[in-house]
């Protein structure tokens, strides 16, 4: 590892800003430079590419053919920037990457089975959301194990959950804490999930989360800046902040391929294993709930097709012409690049809307 080679020498490989800088340009530049082979490999081994919803927007069958599994592209990116600038001697960083990890290989085995198929159904979604339901349960246990045995953490902290505007409040909700930080980590999961739909909409937002959240982390994870602002301090946390780094970095590599019209699709693959990410970072950060705020996007995109299904099962009718909500917008006459771009817009004003939260208390 970087880091550990370099940081007996290098005073400054000891900063976390810095390291976690060079995650991001490490992740880029790994997908700037090895991006095209990795599409042509993929285009080679699919064949006819991802199968095309047959009740989808007209315009996206113009899209027969392009490759999918791109989220192999950007999970290799961010597993490589974070051996080599992060701190493995910290739990949470392996925490992180199991549950990346996990989700991705599910989202692959997803992706595999359409691609296999074409078939726009892949894995059984019963057996999919247990895998998941596991994965998280594994990560939500060790993370309250780690933040009770925390120096000068409060008793019961590892199962407690934290709200914003509150700098006191903390509830500790026992076992019950797993079941919420499962719903918090599968639900996200599969709301990025949801949200990738279109060409360069999921992986924008995902970049303003993880940017967010690399920010937040630092805060809570530092005593000076927590003690200050008046967060709960979890201690190690801060080192995810190379992860989230290097997830930025990677979402900028992959937009460059990303961007319309899409050489490649992120599947799966990578939506489920980067929402995954993002709602293990809430949880071991205890902001859980402002990353419903800054990623209300994700929300509201799993929200429409709850609406949605729910709705036609009880009554036989649509609240929506097409579910996720993005595609509703598309039906109703708004180019794609006009979904992305206000949507785009939506995730930054929620995000700097969450950031409020740190120093409203």
């Known amino acids: 590892m970087l880091y550990e080679l370099m940081h007996p020498h290098f005073n400054i490989f000891t900063y976390l800003t810095f390291r976690t800088a060079g995650a991001v340009v490490t992740a880029a530049l790994i997908l700037f430079v090895f991006g095209k082979p990795m599409i042509g490999w993929l285009r080679i081994r699919q064949g006819k590419g991802q199968p095309i919803r047959s009740d989808g927007p007209e315009s996206h069958f113009i899209k027969a053919g392009t490759p999918t599994m791109g989220g192999v592209m950007i999970l290799l990116s961010v597993f ?18 199991g549950v990346t990890a996990g989700y991705g290989l599910i989202g692959f085995l997803d992706d595999f089975a359409k691609v296999s198929k074409q078939k726009t159904d892949g894995v059984s979604s019963l057996l999919r959301l247990a895998g998941e ?3 998280a349960f594994l990560a939500i246990y060790y993370i309250a194990q780690l933040q009770n045995r925390g120096d000068n953490a409060p008793l019961g902290f590892g199962t407690s959950i934290a709200f914003p505007f509150f700098k006191d409040l903390l509830l500790n909700l026992g076992w ?11 639900g996200f999961g599969n709301a990025v999930n949801m949200t990738d739909g279109l060409d360069g909409l999921a992986i924008m937002p995902v970049m303003i989360a993880s940017a967010t959240f690399g920010l937040i982390v630092y805060l809570v994870g530092n005593f000076v800046f927590a003690n200050y602002l008046q967060l ?14 290097a997830v930025l970095g990677a979402g900028l590599g992959f937009l460059w391929w990303n961007a319309p019209p899409a050489q490649i699709f992120m599947g799966d693959t990578g ?8 709602g293990v970072t809430a949880v071991a950060s205890k902001h859980e709930f402002v990353l419903a705020i800054v990623g209300g996007l994700f929300v509201l995109e799993l929200v429409s097709v709850i609406v949605q299904v729910a709705s036609f099962k009880l009554t036989g009718k649509r609240v929506f012409r097409m579910a996720p909500i993005h595609h509703h917008f598309e039906k109703m006459g708004w180019s794609e690049p006009t979904v992305v771009i206000r949507f785009w817009i939506i995730a930054t004003v929620l995000a700097l809307i969450g950031l409020t939260t740190l120093k409203l208390r």
């Open 232 to 245: 709960h301090f979890v201690q190690g946390v801060g080192e995810i902040a190379i992860i989230l780094g």
């Open 176 to 186: 019950a804490s797993f079941i919420f930080g499962m719903i918090v980590v599968v």
């Open 133 to 135: 339901f596991i994965i």
């Open 80 to 97: 490589i920037s974070s051996f080599l600038w992060a701190d493995l001697h910290n739990s949470y960083v392996w925490v992180v990457l």
């Open 271 to 278: 939506s489920l294993a980067l929402g995954g990410l993002l």
